[in-house]
Structure formats: C-alpha cells, structure tokens
C-alpha cells in the first residue's frame, strides 16, 4: 500500500485478555519499529526489525510484549495478560533502509483501552 | 543518553500569526540527525523535516522554516502566517548515529499548536 497500515485501529480489552495488533509496512522497506504512545507523551521505542531479523527489543516494557516479523514484512505486537497501563496507541513505522537518517514513516497507530 | 525538550506544552495563536516552535535537544555523539514530525488527530505521525549535524544551514519550505543552532542544541520551527489546518500536536525527534543498523528515533513530549480563526 501506499503508506503504513496497521489494525484494528481501535481496540478495546479486558484486563488478562491477550491482544494482537497487525502492521503492514511500505512495500520493499526493510526496518520495522514498534512505538507505544501513552496519552499526552511522546512515541518511545520498543522494538526494531531489519527484515525479519529482530536487532533490539530494549524498549519492550516487559515479557508480557512479544513482536514478530516473520516473513521479513508484515510484523504483528502481541500483549499478553494486558493491564490498565498498557492502555496507550501502538505506532508502527517503517523505513526503506538502514542507517539513522533514513526517515521513517508512521502509521496510525492502534488505540488500545484496557478496561 | 540522548534526550529531547520540547518546553512548550501547548501554544494558540491568531490564524496569520507567525509561530515558533523550540526543540532543544541532548546527545553525546557527533553524528546524529533531528526531525520534526506533525501529528493531526487522526494519530498519524506525518514527516516533515530531517537534518544531520553537519548542515546546519536553516531551510524553508514554504510557510515552514527550521532553525538549527548546534551552539545552542537548539532545531527549532517556524510556520509563518499560521493556518486552522496547522493545528496539531509537533514532535522533535532525534536520531543518533549508527554505521551497522538504523537507530530508534528519541522523541520529545510535543507542542500541542492551536490556530484560531
């Protein structure tokens, strides 16, 4: 597609559910970032994927977050046992190379309530 | 570490009014780049801007002009004769160097930018 895509843009989970959340990156863009966004704050990193290669999950706040990119394109964030401080949008974004003045594009982001 | 300060949590202004956005940020390498990205409510964080260290020459782009000053860690933004449609929340963003892969992007909190008709 022609920009970032990701889904479902709104979720809503009870706390303990496990969620998945789906992004579909640029075609042909070889890095791939998960961002959380708590409300009123700034994106702050959680995980990165040159293909399908996972390089750094420094900024996963704990093992309840899994992130996998399989096939080197499409990458899925998987919280599991969510809890109210989950509650934030999850932005995906990707790039076409590596090195750190490639820009990176933003998706939409998944708004996730966890109630 | 890296950090950025965007002091500014919220700013409104008179549609046509010129307004400036600051970013001040924190690094300890000699090589890194600077974006400002704009964020509307739909949540989408759209680019704008990227710099590296080395340039500091300022650009414009149309209404939009950027200041960087590495004297003063600053890269601050500027939109001239500002537009409803520029309402939104700016984000300063840093990048620090990395020869082997790309690096995460360290943002500030954002300026929450209110252009009134």
């Known amino acids: 597609g022609a920009g970032v895509s990701q889904s479902p843009r709104y979720k809503v989970a009870k706390r303990g559910q496990d969620v998945a959340l789906r992004c579909d990156p640029i075609s042909g863009h070889v890095s791939l970032f998960w961002y959380q966004q708590a409300l009123g704050q700034g994106p702050e990193f959680l995980t990165y994927f040159q293909n399908e290669a996972q390089l750094d999950k420094s900024g996963l706040p704990s093992d309840r977050f899994f992130a996998e990119r399989p096939e080197g394109s499409v990458s899925t964030l998987k919280i599991q046992r969510t809890q109210q401080e989950d509650s934030a949008v999850y932005l995906c974004?990707?790039?076409?190379?590596?090195?750190?003045?490639?820009?990176?594009?933003f998706g939409e982001g998944s708004w996730l309530t966890v109630v | 570490a890296q950090k950025v300060t965007q002091a500014q949590t919220e700013i409104s202004v008179v549609e046509k009014e010129d307004v400036t956005l600051d970013c001040v940020y924190e690094?300890?390498?000699?090589?890194?780049?600077l974006f400002w990205y704009k964020q509307p409510p739909s949540g989408e964080l759209v680019f704008l801007i990227r710099?590296?260290?080395?340039?500091?020459q300022n650009e414009i782009s149309g209404r939009y002009s950027w200041n960087f000053q590495k004297s003063t860690s600053s890269f601050n933004f500027t939109i001239t004769a500002s537009q409803v449609v520029d309402s939104a929340v700016y984000f300063c963003?840093?990048?620090?160097?990395?020869?082997?892969?790309?690096?995460?992007?360290?943002f500030g909190s954002g300026t929450q930018l209110t252009v009134l008709p």
């Open positions: 974004a990707s790039s076409f190379r590596t090195g750190s003045g490639n820009t990176i594009y």
């Open positions: 690094t300890r390498d000699t090589t890194y780049y």
């Open positions: 963003a840093l990048s620090e160097w990395n020869s082997g892969s790309a690096r995460q992007l360290t």
């Open positions: 710099r590296n260290s080395f340039d500091e």
